[in-house]
């Protein structure tokens, strides 16, 4: 076996062309091993692995500088930098390397932690404004799919690329996939170039003056070397523009590349998951709701960023959806205004969202949505502890960041039917934009009648009310906050229970109606605590004599963490907050 | 005079072209009373007086929908749909016209509270989308800029236009500038097109299936029409390029077009203004320091993104910084990723910016730079209440949004000496991205000596050593700090004074040895509240007897406020505050 002794890409360079095949087969099965048994990105990756062992046979890393968009693509330079152990080892050798392009562990071959979209032109052009103020020669190569060109930095980088004028060699690995398929104009002009062996009369990336070339055969590793050499020291911005295949050398994923662009552990002989069905889940029920509203309501319209299966949306849906879903390529600063535009037309939008996703268009929120008070619905998936956990996905920073913006409500259900009835509701108002936490800690049910109409001002639930301890848990911490008081009514403490549904603001009415009977008041938010929902309320109260115990995350900088240790970490566990109470009241 | 008594865009459908042609001329002359006599935007909207007549002439608002972008265009406009009073009337009647696109202001016939750039296409898609849906047949018309086509939300918006295939007409303003020269690689191809008349062999808007138009007489009405008419009712997404004068008309904006961009009052004669210069600004310090700096240290860069001179970099300066000095165009996200990329290959960057369009690029200085803890520095200008104060351009969240992200450190300088001695550590650090809130409240000059070196954890600065009250004042609300302590000392109270320093954390220590002879803290913030720095003060103490009064503004949709006003109704009056904390104290 060639790539367990491959300790960096200068091992490559002494192979002939048989020995670089045989590379790329061995690089392919360890991706499938390493995703069958681990989970990962899986089409992507076996789409590139030619393009890799190609970039790292003819170019010098780390001498030049290879940067990544999104790492989808990046398992196959982890295989021949040292780091094929995380794809052929034990499960252990495997959480050891992450699914992203990481400097914190590799920094001699990885220059960036990335992990959101449409970030490696912009970042290779600081490298390139360095090399081109120290002088030095060295190659600076950005690769990005063809997906991650619908995303605003993308064409900004594009921009400023050009502009510089230098050498840069920016890759475009056109799998005619996004994670879903593509959308927005710019993938008309990828077709025509690919139709016309990229000789079509109107070339996006020529008319913005780039060097270009165009190669059909992606996945042939000695046509692949020809094509990188004949740019390789070139000092004018280059576009390479290659066409390959998404899930290529693995069937499964070539025929069902939506399905396979990521993937849970599954069988490799066969492609069967490996992962039961955990029963319920808000995509799905999110999706078949709006499809059946759909049906009543003509104007009710889905929006998706590049991420349809975030709101359930999957290929049969989305065709069943019609006109009435509508998907913007990873483009959430298009999707947002756009989402404006259509609710100030007299649509009624529902734009789904990952929680670590909805930073990329604070702007958007606040500027072309929130002052112009437009109904829109924001629909928040994922937010929370519970959820994706790698350094560039942490999805605990919503809270801070929604609730800082003036003009927008964002309410925090706690029960499916808590939710649905928010959702129907914040779709049919018409004064301002609605946010929704969706609960991200398994989908709980209520037997409780919910209300249907929410109020514009905070309005909090008070679900048990009890005194001296007031315990204020909002969203997913609910059933957290349901605990705690259990466990303090074992102590003898009756303690209030609070739903506070709403997120964006206090309910001063509520807050003040607890001075008679309580001493401290408990905040439970899923949630980077730092600019969160716990410290107003801790401020409400800061002048008078109401304890508080802000319970959340503290800000900080999170890697594939462990939830129970995060939540000890922040005495978050049950029985730590019911000591801390007890410490507080004593 | 014709425009006094246009009611309504309808009012010159039954004019013939030399009426038109003196509604020009009137209209131009009512822009040029009201700049001269308010201040705003002087060139861009001279520049599209014609294109304006044109495009109300030929189509049917409010039917047809009009999106301006950025609002930089939007004086015509309003001149023409009932507000001509804004421009023709005395100081009372000018201010109550804003100067941006607003339904607030005109729900008939403005579209979109706009001030920040590159949206007009995104929000005009919603508009599209919403007609296809409902199946109306109303012109959709979008009005950019050349320069806000480097902003990547205007690359989103074009994609999206293309992908719908139905009629759009998308009106690019070409004026050959930004707010100062353009950058990006874009306008290669946009000179291609004056020079070739439209017809240059690739065409960036034809690459993207654009139908395309262009007319180099931009400032002919008569042209304008005819070529208006062409397009009208098209069920294509159109892009209609029109050569347009910045300045048009007079001579001195047309001479000088940077300059002139914006002017405050000037006499319109001779272009004067009337403006005093007001001494020391933090622009020309911070322009003039560096440029001393660059010359000892190649690697230093000074980096804007389309606003040159928030850095105080005008064109003298920027020449004289050569390629030390980086603009992006409004590009935001480059600008931000592209530092971190420069820190990463070993240069210095200070990226200058101001307070309400660093929200433009949330999710880069997170993801692209935070996680990646590249030492970039970022000098946030302006931020505070007694800068901008248009609801478009609030410039009191920038506290809150970037204390919520992890891996930044955000310092708040209370003084020229201090400002340029953090700044100095920022820069020569090598361990992380500093953000620097520069003084927006004047410069202020200290005789005692500023600390050289900050650490990375928070460490606030006791001015003065009092006891029962602590006032902890930030950045520019140092000096109302010092002015409350003042105040209560004439009350008999010897209150401590601390300059945090850090808004991005609290220094415990510090906090923590309060607690043995306070009773109160008080926390003051030039900024919004909510989730801002006072909060986490309060939340600190919040299980413990230290009372805390959180000084700042309240979260809220502010429009062209009265800072003396906002302070009163926020109680951050000077005897406001003492009066708040004799009362608690009591």
Redesign the interface.
């Known amino acids: 076996m060639y790539i367990e002794k491959i300790q960096s890409p200068a091992d490559l360079k002494a192979m002939d062309l048989n020995a670089l095949r045989i590379v790329c087969d061995e690089t392919r099965a360890a991706v499938l091993n390493r995703v069958s048994k681990h989970g990962g990105h899986v089409g992507p990756n076996l789409g590139f692995v030619e393009a890799t062992v190609a970039l790292h046979y003819v170019f010098n890393a780390p001498t030049d500088k290879l940067?990544f968009d999104v790492s989808h693509q990046c398992y196959p330079h982890k295989v021949l930098t040292g780091r094929a152990n995380g794809f052929l080892g034990d499960v252990d050798d495997m959480n050891a390397i992450s699914g992203y392009s990481s400097?914190a562990e590799s920094p001699v071959y990885d220059?960036?932690?990335?992990?959101?979209t449409s970030?490696s032109i912009?970042?290779?052009?600081?490298?390139?404004?360095?090399?081109?103020?120290?002088g030095t020669t060295e190659n600076i190569i950005a690769i990005i799919g063809d997906g991650s060109l619908?995303?605003?930095?993308?064409?900004?980088?594009?921009?400023?690329?050009?502009?510089l004028g230098t050498g840069i060699i920016i890759v475009v690995n056109d799998n005619e996939m996004s994670i879903a398929e593509n959308?927005?104009?710019?993938?008309?002009?990828l077709r025509a170039l690919r139709e016309s062996n990229g000789k079509c009369?109107?070339?996006?990336f020529?008319?913005?003056?780039?060097e270009y070339k165009y190669l059909e055969e992606g996945n042939d590793v000695e046509k692949l070397i020809e094509l990188f050499r004949s740019v390789k020291d070139t000092c004018k911005?280059t576009v390479v523009h290659i066409h390959t295949e998404k899930g290529h050398g693995f069937q499964p994923a070539v025929n069902d590349k939506e399905s396979w662009h990521w993937g849970a552990p599954f069988n490799p002989e066969t492609g069967e998951s490996l992962m039961k069905s955990s029963g319920e889940d808000y995509q799905t029920l999110f999706a078949d709701w709006m499809l059946r509203e759909m049906k009543n309501d003509?104007?009710l319209?889905a929006v998706t960023a590049g991420t349809p299966t975030a709101a359930g949306f999957t290929l049969p849906k989305r065709q069943e959806a019609g006109?009435?879903h509508?998907d913007?390529?990873i483009?959430e600063?298009?999707a947002c205004?756009?989402?404006?535009?259509?609710?100030?037309?007299?649509?009624r939008?529902v734009w789904t969202v990952y929680s670590t996703f909805i930073?990329?268009?604070?702007?958007?929120i606040?500027?072309?949505l929130?002052?112009?008070s437009n109904p829109a619905v924001i629909n928040v998936m994922w937010g929370g502890s519970g959820t994706m956990n790698d350094?560039?996905h942490i999805c605990l920073?919503d809270i801070?960041?929604l609730?800082?913006?003036?003009?927008l409500i964002y309410l925090a259900p706690t029960t499916c039917e808590e939710y649905f009835a928010m959702l129907k509701w914040a779709i049919r108002q018409d004064k301002m934009p609605v946010a929704l936490r969706v609960p991200s800690n398994g989908v709980y049910h209520t037997a409780e009648a919910v209300d249907e109409q929410y109020a514009y001002e905070p309005v909090y639930k008070v679900v048990h009310k009890g005194s001296k301890v007031a315990v204020v848990a909002a969203g997913s911490f609910f059933q957290k906050g349901e605990n705690v008081v259990k466990l303090l009514a074992d102590k003898g403490i009756d303690a209030t229970l609070i739903n506070p549904r709403y997120l964006n603001?206090v309910d001063a009415k509520t807050l003040n109606a607890l001075m008679a009977d309580h001493q401290?008041v408990v905040t439970l938010e899923d949630g980077?605590?730092?600019?969160?929902f716990?410290?107003?309320i801790?401020?409400f109260?800061?002048?008078?004599d109401m304890?508080?115990?802000?319970g959340g995350i503290k800000?900080?900088?999170y890697d594939r963490f462990d939830q129970t240790q995060l939540f000890r970490d922040n005495r978050l566990l049950d029985e730590q907050i019911v000591e801390d109470v007890l410490q507080?009241i004593k």
């Open positions: 940067v400097p220059n960036f932690e990335v992990g959101h970030t912009s970042l290779a052009t600081g490298l390139q404004k360095a090399r081109d103020i120290k619908s995303g605003g930095e993308a064409f900004e980088g594009l921009d400023e690329a050009s502009e959308h927005g104009g710019i993938y008309k002009n009369q109107h070339n996006w020529k008319s913005w003056d780039f911005p003509p104007y319209i006109a009435q509508i913007m390529g483009a600063e298009q205004a756009m989402a404006s535009g259509m609710a100030k037309g007299g649509l939008p930073q990329r268009t604070y702007d958007q606040a500027q072309d929130c002052i112009n350094i560039t920073f801070p960041m609730c800082s913006i003036p003009g603001a401290l980077c605590k730092d600019g969160g716990g410290e107003r801790a401020s109260y800061s002048t008078i304890k508080v115990l802000v800000k900080d900088l507080i």
